[in-house]
């Protein structure tokens, strides 16, 4: 496995590369999420890169930059494990050096949900993004359904921009109890962790709610709010019925949508979402 530190190396052995590379971004603390879309890649290019990097202009001043985890030996051991064929980590000053002032501002879409509570997240995530894409200049690009948002916002940037890659959603990966895996899962201390999985139950009671005929947005927030409630611990951020595609606001489940949701378990915030559809709609992936 090559290991590269710099935007400079990875233009020397991106000259050297010939056959196609499927690439996935991440900022590290590598999960078993990370290793489906590794996993992916795998399967559709003889190259796979995996970039480690925790960027630091999508995190606003309070967030958790300096507290994220970097388990740099750890990483590595498992993307080698893995059969990922480059690991490129580079540091904050080779990807923002002096002088940096470019950035994509992504659109409307970028505004609402976790855009609304970190401004500026998603500008920051296009950036990193895009300058990641020019310097790997891989055929696809792996991305998890796990953070929705990010996923919609990224698509609608390659299309807008233009940039040519393959967009690939990947299904969530979760804990045997349902809990999406993330990074930050690993911030919750062992009271918080039993029940993280409400999230989880949550989602399926609403689509279980939704496939039983109730199909009217406010009843299915109200529902999965009501949940978190009783549960207690839990600050619930949004809960939301959106379109698939645009992630606008839906008031009535027609066929299918998206249930996408946001709560603090403590200071820890976590995020997930789920197709949900109507007694009539065909069944889904999953069903
Ligand atoms: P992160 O390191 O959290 O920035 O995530 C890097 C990539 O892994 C993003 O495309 C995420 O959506 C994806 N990812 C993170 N957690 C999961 C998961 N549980 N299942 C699938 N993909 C995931």
């Keep these: 496995m090559h290991i590269i530190e ?24 590598l999960h078993e999420g990370h290793m489906s879309l590794v996993e992916a890649s795998r399967t ?28 740099v030996e750890i990483d590595e051991a498992m993307c080698l494990s893995r059969g990922v064929d480059a690991l490129y980590r580079p540091n904050v000053e080779t990807m923002y050096p002096p002088g940096f002032q470019t950035f994509v ?16 997240h998603f500008r920051g995530v296009c950036s990193v993004v895009l300058k990641l894409l020019n310097q790997v200049s891989p055929q696809s690009i792996y991305l998890g359904e796990k953070d929705a948002q990010q996923l919609r916002v ?22 045997k109890d349902g809990l999406a ?3 930050r899962n690993r911030y919750l201390s062992p009271s918080q962790r039993i ?5 989880f ?10 496939h039983e005929g109730c199909r009217h947005a406010a009843d299915l927030e109200a529902g999965f709010r009501n949940l978190l409630a009783r549960e207690g611990g839990w600050e619930c951020e949004y809960a939301a019925v959106v379109d698939d595609d645009s992630l606008e606001p839906i008031n009535l489940v027609e066929s299918k949508a998206l249930f996408i949701v946001a709560a603090r378990r403590g200071t820890t915030r976590l995020i997930d979402n789920m197709m949900i559809s109507g007694p009539d709609s065909a069944p889904m992936a999953g069903d």
């Design 6 to 29: 710099s935007p400079e190396a990875m233009a020397r052995w991106r000259s050297s590369v010939r056959g196609d590379i499927g690439f996935v971004p991440t900022m590290g603390a």
């Design 44 to 71: 559709s290019h003889p190259c796979t890169v995996v970039s480690v990097f925790v960027n630091p202009t999508q995190f606003g001043p309070n967030e958790d930059f300096h507290k994220y985890p970097r388990p």
């Design 105 to 120: 501002e992504p659109g409307a879409m970028a505004a609402r949900w976790c855009g609304a509570s970190r401004p500026g």
């Design 154 to 175: 990224i698509r609608r940037m390659v299309s807008d921009l233009n940039v040519p890659v393959q967009v690939t959603g990947c299904p969530i990966a979760r804990e």
């Design 181 to 183: 895996m993330s990074s």
């Design 195 to 199: 029940g993280a999985d409400a999230l």
């Design 201 to 210: 139950r949550g989602l399926i009671a609403a689509k279980d709610a939704c």
